[in-house]
């Protein structure tokens, strides 16, 4: 089922949780909705489920409005973060419970309802437990029956507040792997609400990046990571590094570097923010020709396993960089704290001040030897 | 199997606690207790026997136990809407509400007894509007229901009202989006979720009822046979000089409030391991 979304707003009080929301859900995809904590994320999903009542705006559920649908009619399963489960039913009947609670006319028998939860207990890969109380699982597990508890009503779409977000990092991967998989073989239309990047690059098929109750971006988790839409993406999104920049004329200048920047062709002095990930900086011992390399000294070698990072402070501005490379690159050439380098940005975004949500992700060039990427 | 007597733990103190703990309940309840004991087997069998099973004793049981079971239940019921309302909705003037619970926790007794009477009996407020209904409650067993229902309100709100507000909104919303409507969300999720705590709240009224003297005695009338409550009997015996009669009675009220409580509580425990929250031990 899809979900469309038309210009939802939601206040509590003096606080705007959900400005003007437009997002449009495909039938089948597992999306994520990612941003940081009051964001509006969970306020969205709540929505959608119906557990909350938008200000204005619509909900259509297949091209049908479904905003006055009460949350028992709308056929969506609904995962919390603190799986609400029942504590004084076994796991077997937290499972049936959706079964149990339907009208006689369409209530299944008791050997169909044994049957189901059976079934979803072994999707789960919980059938040892239909006899305990919740209270004698362990996180993951109740986490696990909470989903096998939704899907027994077989809903038309899946919703999950933060699931992962109370469990220890170990058995949250192997859930989420473990959800990806679930998801690959029910197709069910699922949005899943997540403060973790990690979690949301890993497992989603779509990112929504939500801050301040807007959408900033939508797109698979390749397009928002590399190329992200406006700055807050940008930070939220991965690990970067902020230069100060002038805009002038289709060219950027950072430091010594001038960057083309076709997108600010008639901006004129602006001051501006370039970005750069840590990863797509080349460190090198010998400036290049042309204005393609900012010098810098190195303050500090770290070595994170299978990654190195360095700490760079630029040589006029003082500005502290942080690079990140690979072990082996590392040890090609082992630089020491104190060294002399040249730092060249093998990708960087520039955006205004003024406009700084308008940016369009287009990759850069740059002005010397015109390398690209 | 080897029995040992004293668990390992790692928190310091444990001979001096439980020596404590023993030497207290002995001192303040136990000892006595063993009194009233020891006090009405100055009888021979035979008269003790025919001291706790006289008519009036055993209309006086009859009175005591069934109106505190009543009056528990009401209150079990009543008490409960209390609690959810106190909870649930917010209201001005909610926080008198609140306090005014414990108000017959506070009250001694007697006062509760007089105001009770005086407004029940016949030329009370209530006493005379109901008169003419043909409902007599000052000085009849109904009386005695009421003046146990005030004395043991708090009981089941008190107990109650924490656990409602522990449960989360989150397993209503769950059971919601399951499908449940709002009564099966009440009778499936969350009427389960409170009954230890009814059952605790009931309990408690239960035994406080049970040994209500100050506020029983104003409004019951004290009709042999009719209206008169054990504490009572207890009391008028003492002023006869009867002791070991007065503490023969004792005995067994003890014993019979004793057994109910315990089975009340085996009951309770039963249904926690029911839904293994503990484990047999």
């Given amino acids: ?373 | 199997m080897i029995f040992r007597f004293r668990q390992p733990s790692v928190l310091p103190g444990f001979g001096l606690t439980l020596g404590f703990t023993l030497g207290y309940l002995g001192l303040i309840v136990l000892i006595p207790l063993a009194m009233a004991f020891t006090q009405a087997f100055h009888l021979s069998w035979d008269q003790f026997w025919r001291t706790v099973t006289a008519p009036r004793v055993l209309a006086s049981y009859r009175l005591t136990f069934g109106a505190a079971f009543l009056a528990a239940t009401i209150n079990t019921g009543f008490g409960f809407i209390v609690a959810w309302v106190l909870v649930r909705y917010p209201f001005p003037g909610k926080r008198l509400v609140d306090a005014l619970v414990d108000l017959p926790f506070a009250l001694p007794t007697a006062v509760a007894g007089i105001t009770l009477a005086a407004i029940y009996s016949s030329n009370g407020w209530i006493g005379h509007a109901l008169e003419p209904l043909g409902m007599k409650i000052a000085f009849t067993p109904l009386g005695v229901i009421v003046a146990l229902v005030f004395i043991s309100l708090p009981f089941v709100v008190r107990t109650v009202q924490p656990v409602l507000e522990d449960l989360e909104a989150e397993v209503e919303e769950a059971a919601a989006s399951l499908g449940a409507d709002r009564w099966q969300i009440f009778w499936r999720v969350l009427f389960p979720a409170i009954r230890p705590a009814l059952l605790t709240g009931f309990t408690l009224a239960f035994a406080r009822a049970i040994g209500e003297y100050g506020s029983v005695i104003f409004i019951a009338g004290n009709l042999p046979m009719v209206s008169e409550i054990t504490p009572l009997l207890i009391v008028s015996k003492l002023e006869q000089y009867d002791y070991s009669g007065a503490a023969a009675v004792s005995v067994v009220m003890l014993v019979i409030s004793f057994l109910l409580l315990l089975l009340i509580n085996l009951l309770q425990r039963w249904s926690r391991i029911q839904r293994g929250w503990e484990t047999v031990i």
């Avoid at chain 1, 905003?67 to 039913?89: E, I, K, N």
């Avoid at chain 1, 989603?204 to 971006?217: F, K, L, S, T, Y």
């Fill in chain 1, 1 to 373: 089922m899809s979900i469309d979304i038309q210009g939802l707003y939601k206040r509590f009080g003096h606080f705007v949780a959900l400005d003007g929301i437009n997002l449009t859900i495909p039938a089948g995809q597992l999306v994520a909705l990612l941003g940081p904590s009051g964001c509006g994320k969970t306020t969205l999903l709540r929505i959608i489920a119906g557990l909350e009542t938008a200000d204005r705006g619509q909900i259509l559920f297949n091209g049908e409005d479904a905003s006055r649908r009460q949350v028992q009619d709308r056929q969506v399963g609904f995962v919390f973060q603190h799986y609400a489960l029942f504590q004084h039913m076994s796991v077997f009947e937290n499972v049936a419970f959706g079964l149990r609670v339907r009208p006689r006319a369409c209530r299944p028998s008791d050997a169909q309802i044994r049957d189901k939860v059976q079934t979803l207990l072994e999707l789960v890969q919980l059938s040892w437990v239909a006899n305990r109380y919740p209270s004698q699982l362990s996180g993951g597990q109740r986490q696990r029956i909470a989903l096998a508890r939704a899907l027994a009503v077989e809903p038309q779409v899946l919703l999950l507040d933060e699931p992962f977000g109370a469990l220890d990092t170990k058995v949250r991967k192997e859930l989420r792997r473990w959800l990806r998989r679930l998801h690959d073989d029910l197709h069910i239309t699922s949005v899943f609400v997540t403060h973790d990047q990690e979690e949301a690059l890993e497992v989603a098929d779509q990112i929504v990046v939500m801050n301040r109750g807007c959408i900033e971006q939508m797109g698979s988790p390749q397009e928002v990571y590399d190329a992200p839409a406006t700055p807050f993406v940008y930070q939220f999104l991965g690990n970067i590094n902020l230069f100060h920049s002038r805009v002038h004329a289709g060219w950027a200048k950072v430091g010594g570097l001038r960057v083309q920047v076709p997108e600010h062709d008639d901006a004129e002095y602006a001051p501006a923010m370039a970005y750069v990930r840590p990863h797509d900086i080349d460190v090198l011992r010998e400036p290049e020709d042309g204005d393609t390399t900012l010098p810098a000294t190195i303050s500090r070698v770290s070595l994170l396993g299978s990654l190195v990072r360095l700490e760079l402070t630029q040589a006029p501005s003082g500005e502290i960089a942080e690079v990140e490379m690979t072990r082996e690159r590392y040890l090609a050439d082992p630089l020491q704290a104190g060294d002399l380098v040249f730092v060249k940005p093998r990708q960087l975004r520039v955006f205004l001040y003024d406009n700084s949500r308008a940016g369009s992700p287009v990759p850069m060039r740059w002005s010397g030897d015109g390398d690209g990427i």
